[in-house]
């Protein structure tokens, strides 16, 4: 199998996520836009790079029902999870990540 046809293969995947995620959606009465998307969200931007430069790591998807956003931070084998519904709990979400991840730590 050379690396065009599993390149191929992994297209493939991704789209039937894809759609599988709007059939599940739909099913459950709402559809991909009825959530927010992150990049409408203030903020996002700012809370990756207060996360990244710490030194953690943040994800970003929605629950596999489609009622809510996540976000997940893993800090050093600590995880982190949020689900926030609406733009207004997103931005509140990544105020409170910015404010944490950039306070200084305080020397004892």
Known sequence: MGRDSVERNRNRAVKGRSEAL???LRGAGRS?????????CPGVLAAIDAVVDYGAAITFSRVSN???LSVAILDN?????NYPHD?????ALMAAICEVYREEEKSP
């Open 22 to 24: 709007a059939r599940r």
């Open 66 to 68: 489609g009622s809510a």
């Open 32 to 40: 991909d836009s009825d959530l927010c998307a992150f990049s409408d």
């Open 77 to 81: 084998g600590d995880i982190q999870r």
């Open 87 to 91: 733009e207004a709990s997103v931005t």
